[in-house]
């Protein structure tokens, strides 16, 4: 018999405009492939596609029969059948039962769980070397990532330092020297690119991005540099998280 016609899934994913071929990238080492991209002035839908795999009826019969053993056991383990002999050895290890050690481990101070302002101080730069939920953003895959918002929440205002790169700079509205550049964590790279998509929104390259040392005469598209940064806010519909310079120095 003929083979049946490939089923594909499919779903859009939107990127910031000039990432386009990085997140094209990303997903075809998936297995999808770029059906379509269709281009805005800051951000872009690229669609994807992957062939469904097909399941034999075999595999659903072992899947239906491993399914039903299943809930036997469940409902076995929930009516009391099984489980009675290893609880009472659980609650008995050791002479002490579990009940009463559980009941007597209380948090203390320094197992509570600290919030940023406790951890770190409102004066100190935010450094993926002194604070976790930072050095974990600099690593993210995707720009997109809820924690990004959430990071902008907890720490917006406070300034942050890392090493970074340019991605891309347009000119800001009509302006030819003020700019919106993107920034990429880490060094420039075409193929691979981490941590969120950072923006300098409406910057002039001599004087706004306050140098440490000399003025470069030109900056652009892959100048690698070391950012320190005021949060301002994230914008989860550009996928954007906007940094107020507070000094740049070339790397």
């Known amino acids: 018999m003929a083979d ?5 899934e499919t779903r859009t994913v939107k990127c910031v405009r000039g990432m386009e071929s990085r997140t094209a990238a990303r997903w075809v080492q998936d297995g999808w492939e770029v059906v379509s991209q269709k281009q805005g002035r800051l951000q872009s839908e690229l669609e994807i596609r992957r062939p469904v795999r097909k399941i034999s009826r ?8 491993v399914a039903s053993v299943l809930v036997v056991v469940i ?7 099984f489980g009675s002999a290893s609880s009472e050895k659980d609650n008995r290890a050791d002479g002490i039962p579990t009940t009463a050690t559980t009941a007597s481990r209380t948090p203390t101070p320094s197992s509570a769980s600290a919030s940023p302002a406790e951890t770190t101080a409102d004066a100190t730069v935010i450094t993926a070397a002194n ?4 050095a974990a953003l600099l690593q993210l895959g995707e720009y997109c990532d809820s924690s990004i918002g959430a990071f902008a929440k907890d ?3 406070r300034t942050v330092a890392f090493d970074g790169s340019i991605l891309k700079m347009n000119n ?16 420039f790279s075409t193929t691979k690119s ?7 929104e409406d910057v002039n390259t001599t004087f706004d991005l306050h140098y440490v040392a000399d003025v470069p005469d030109t900056i652009g598209e892959g100048t690698n540099i070391a950012v320190t940064a005021k949060v301002v806010a994230y914008n989860s519909n ?3 998280l906007r940094l107020e310079p507070v000094q740049t120095a070339i790397r």
């Open 172 to 187: 800001h509205d009509s302006y030819t020297t003020r700019y919106d550049i993107l920034l990429g964590a880490g060094d």
């Open 238 to 240: 550009q996928c954007l």
């Open 155 to 157: 720490y917006g205002g």
């Open 58 to 65: 075999r595999a659903l019969v072992i899947g239906g029969g």
């Open 194 to 200: 981490r941590g969120p998509a950072f923006q300098f």
């Open 4 to 8: 049946e016609a490939v089923r594909y």
């Open 75 to 81: 409902v076995l383990g929930a009516t009391g059948v």
């Open 131 to 134: 604070t976790s939920q930072f």
